[in-house]
């Protein structure tokens, strides 16, 4: 519910009410038209937004709020192309004052206009999703997915980095790999909501929020509040998410320990298909634990409306035919503007849900399968940010696949904004410069004769020599520097020692183009191709998404197995041990195989030059 006050919620729950209702639109050219009551022709004006479809809970929904309007407004309607409208409801409380709240941000998408009226059509800032997907392998959080999206969209996040790793799910790293599903940012919202275990709407600020569904009641309605009602007469709820693993062409299923109710099918999400058994069910036994909180009686209902809630919102009815010990949520609602408000909840009846088989079933052929001479390509881009310093750091990693031995090429194109440090130059100076002296009788001092009058000073017209002097004068200044870019290449875990591509910049963005040629690619196994970057005299910065890569070649599989490899790696930062040994970062990498064809190993790597205060000198040490 929208945070309002205690009088607002008396005043809208009171036998009458006094309330108006305002708005503004701003086209895109920055002009706005406000307008109040008087203006919208009365009864045309409605808000509806859903967060399911018309039959059962949902897990991932991504759906737009719609508003129309007409009114009495004398607006030319091709300068109303991407207009925003904004409406707001004001409500007259005990004291006498008006409370207002922000009803949404919609985007004008029809305007059509009669002789007297302007009737318009808009949507919120969902639709600014459906940009198509570029399709690049991507690995991040659920915070870097939707902020992958957002920055690529331009819609604002509602919620931090912090509230979001704070749900289930939400520190897992997810990734995305070529060959899916996904067509637009849209969706990829849909697959990282699922994850979540919630949906997505925009808010009525018109940011990007996140929200679950929950079991604590905002409100009760009563029989006076309604002007009709209809309940079921069983209760919604989930005890059982079911998901396809492309891998193992299998159907996953995942219960509580009183598996009763109805099984939500999770169907083939791009963010569950990579990683161990043990992952996936934690991932999914996740989803489900949000997931039991739905427990609802589905319901329509129109009421004297609130317009403080929201999708998501839990609710209680009481009076009549309602069951004052159950909860039920709001999945959609439709505001008339001046008029009623009618509320919903959808959901299936568990006892006659079709019965699903608790064994795993066979799905065979949604596997894409490897044809010979087929041109494969797998993508990367980054869904986090990367700050480069004086130490290797790791800005692409693609893994890729080939069915046969032959050979691929590797492109990649990196965003960098750089910082460069401050030098401080100087230089000697010299010139010559003309110094005017008088001319006349000169004594022996050098001095001009007196004059008549005993005066030492000279005439006023009296004329003068030039003299010429050089000189040298040293000057200092500070100007911008150069940072130099250095990158390196690793192809399994071994370092590219025949190519190492440097760049000299000065600060402000650049683009860093990539290209390498893979050789004699070992068929039936996975590969990993790596890219680090490092600066020195300087610092920078790669944001998101502004790295893209791809590496492209006959036969490569539609998407790369797992060959059972677990890399960590782990940095530190600047230390000193006694004020002896000191050293710029360690890492430590450990490389572990369970399957053929992949070596066991440990290493332990420090990085960088190392000085021993001892010894006086630098050394390496690897």
């Not at 989930?238 to 998901?243: D, G, I, M, P, Q």
């Not at 046969?404 to 010299?430: I, L, P, R, Y």
């Not at 399994?492 to 290209?515: D, R």
């Amino acid at each position: 519910m929208y945070p309002v006050s205690v009088a607002f919620l008396q005043a809208v729950q009171g036998n009458t009410r006094k309330y108006y209702w305002t708005g503004k639109i701003t086209t895109a050219a920055g002009a706005e038209y406000p307008f109040t009551q008087e203006d919208i022709v009365k009864g045309s004006g409605y808000i509806t937004a859903q967060c399911c479809g018309n039959s059962e809970i949902e897990l991932g929904a991504v759906y737009a709020a719609e508003m129309g309007i007409s009114l009495f407004l004398d607006i030319d309607r091709y300068t109303l192309e991407d207009a925003e409208v904004e409406l707001s409801y004001h409500l007259r409380l005990a004291d006498g004052t008006y409370e207002a709240v922000p009803m949404g941000i919609f985007e004008v998408s029809e305007a059509n206009r009669t002789v007297h009226v302007l009737e318009l059509k808009a949507y919120d800032r969902m639709l600014r999703f459906d940009r198509a997907f570029n399709g690049f392998e991507t690995i991040g959080t659920a915070y870097g997915m939707m902020a992958l999206c957002s920055t690529a969209c331009g819609v604002e996040l509602a919620q931090s980095q912090t509230e979001i790793e704070a749900l289930p799910n939400g520190s897992e790293l997810l990734s995305i790999y070529p060959e899916n599903d996904i067509e637009s940012y849209r969706d990829v919202l849909y697959f990282t909501a699922q994850v979540l275990g919630g949906f997505f709407c925009i808010n009525r600020e018109g940011k990007l929020e996140f929200r679950q569904y929950g079991e604590t009641p905002v409100m009760e309605i009563l029989q006076k509040h309604r002007f009709s009602s209809s309940f079921s007469d069983f209760v919604t709820r989930y005890t059982a998410v079911s998901s396809t693993n492309l891998r193992t062409q299998t159907s996953e299923y995942y219960a509580l320990e009183e598996d009763g109710g109805l099984t939500m099918n999770l169907g083939v999400n791009p963010l569950l298909q990579f990683g161990l058994e043990e992952t996936r069910a934690e991932l999914c036994g996740n989803i489900l634990t949000a997931l039991s909180a739905v427990n609802y009686v589905p319901f329509d209902s129109d009421t004297i409306g609130n317009p403080a809630l929201d999708l998501g919102d839990v609710l209680t009815f009481s009076g009549g035919q309602a069951d004052a010990q159950q909860i039920t949520c709001v999945t959609s609602f439709t505001v008339k503007i001046g008029g009623k408000q009618s509320l919903k909840c959808v959901g299936k009846n568990p006892r006659l849900s079709q019965a699903k088989s608790k064994n795993d079933k066979n799905i065979s052929g949604l596997l894409n399968q490897i044809e010979a001479g087929k041109i494969g390509i797998h993508t990367f881009t980054n869904a986090s940010e990367y700050s480069i310093g004086e130490t290797d750091v790791r800005i692409i990693s693609i893994e890729f696949a080939s069915k046969e031995e032959n050979h691929a090429q590797f492109f990649g194109q990196v965003v960098v904004d750089v910082e460069a440090q401050t030098v401080e130059k100087s230089t000697q100076a010299s010139g010559t410069i003309v110094i005017p002296f008088p001319s006349g009788n000169v004594g022996d001092s050098g001095w001009a004769a007196d004059t008549e009058n005993g005066s030492e000073d000279g005439a006023a017209g009296e004329e003068t020599t030039d003299i010429s002097v050089d000189v040298s004068l040293p000057v200092t200044w500070t100007e911008d520097g150069k940072a130099v870019c250095y990158v390196t290449f690793e192809l399994n875990n071994v370092e590219i020692l025949l190519h190492h591509p440097v760049e000299t910049w000065h600060s402000g963005k650049h683009i860093l183009s990539l290209y390498y040629p893979i050789e004699n690619i070992v068929p039936n196994i996975t590969n990993t191709f790596n890219v680090y970057l490092r600066i020195e005299g300087g610092s920078g910065s790669v944001g998101i998404g502004d790295c893209i890569a791809s590496i492209s070649g006959q036969a490569m599989a539609a998407a790369a197995a797992w060959d059972g490899r677990i890399d960590i790696e782990e940095s530190a930062a600047l230390f000193s041990i006694n004020s002896g040994l000191q050293a710029r970062g360690f890492t430590v990498a450990v490389d572990v195989g369970t399957m053929e064809l992949v070596q066991k190993s440990y290493a332990d790597t420090m990085t960088g030059r190392t000085g021993i205060g001892a010894f006086c000198r630098p050394v390496t040490l690897t």
